[in-house]
Structure formats: structure tokens, C-alpha cells
């Protein structure tokens, strides 16, 4: 099933994750539909250990599925979010998956942030994943891409590798884009 499969590889983590998760419903019960949707060959045994996978892949506690999100730090939630993402990939490495991720940081303070940072790179590095990153936050960008594309007014201003971007920027909104981040104050 051709719809399907696309699904399983296109995957979206969005910026609140309160706006996405049910309040009703237990973490573990949204996991779990979330893989039936996306797998709905596994048995349900399957589908519970792919849930316990997943919250482990996130760095959170197998407890966490009978919690519901507003026991949940903004943290956790977004952890949860991402395990959601992940969901259709049944093993790491199985097929390429491209989570498309819109300002996935910007709901969470530094020490928090920086977590999730690391826990995006790992599980891009683990699964052989592809993540097309949406973010003001121009640390997460240099950390997390290893191509860059600029926007101003809608339109692409410049793209090109993360390292000659942020080094070489030839477009005047990528230099003073780049300068603000810094704190600095680009020249008029």
C-alpha cells in the first residue's frame, strides 16, 4: 500500500506537543495506535514491545506509557512526540525516514533544549534517518544539518553545505541573520 509506505518514511514532529498529543489517552495507548496504524501486520504483542522500543529510544522510562501527557514536562512530551515520528519505522535502518521537525525546541528552555538537541542527532545517526529541520535556533541548525537552506519573504536566499554557510554566508540576510545569533549588531 503505496500511501501507506510514504506515512511509515514522512513523519512530522511538531513544535507544541501539546497541540498533538490526546489528553486522554495513556503515552503508551498513543504509541501503540500510532504503530498499528503504520504496521498493522504486527500482533499486539509486537506492537507493545515496538512501544516500549520506542520510549527507550527517547531516553524515557517503559512507566511513562501508563502516564497521561499532563503528568508530563514539556520535555517528556516532545520525547514522546519524536517516539511518535519514529513509529513507523518497524527496525533502525530499515527504510530511510524523514522526520520533518518545525521548531521542535522553541517551547523549551536551554537545559531541556539541549537534551532534545542530542536526542535528535542520535536518533538521526541510529536510524539512518533524514531530518528536515524548520528552527530559528541557529545552534540546533549548525549541530543538527548538514545542508542549509535560508528563507527571507518566502523565497530561498542562499543554501548550501552548514559548514560554508555559517563560515562564508554570501547573502546579506544570511550575514546579519548569522550576526544576530551572535548578538552582535550588523553594520546599516
Sequence with gaps: NRPRAIRRALQMIFQNPDDTLNPSLRIGTQLRRAIKTLSPSLSRR???????????????????????????????????????????????????????ADEPLSALDASVSAAITLLLKSLQRERAASLVLISHDLNAVRYLADTVIVLYGGKIVESGATRTVFLSPLHTYTKELLAASRGKIPDS
Design 46 to 100: 509486537q506492537v507493545s514491545e515496538r512501544m516500549l522500543e520506542l520510549l527507550d529510544a527517547v531516553r524515557l522510562p517503559g512507566h511513562f506509557a501508563g502516564l497521561r501527557p499532563d503528568a508530563l514536562s514539556g520535555g517528556h512530551k516532545q520525547r514522546v512526540a519524536i517516539a511518535r515520528a519514529f513509529a513507523g519505522a518497524p527496525d533502525p535502518g530499515d527504510f530511510n525516514t524523514v522526520i520533518v
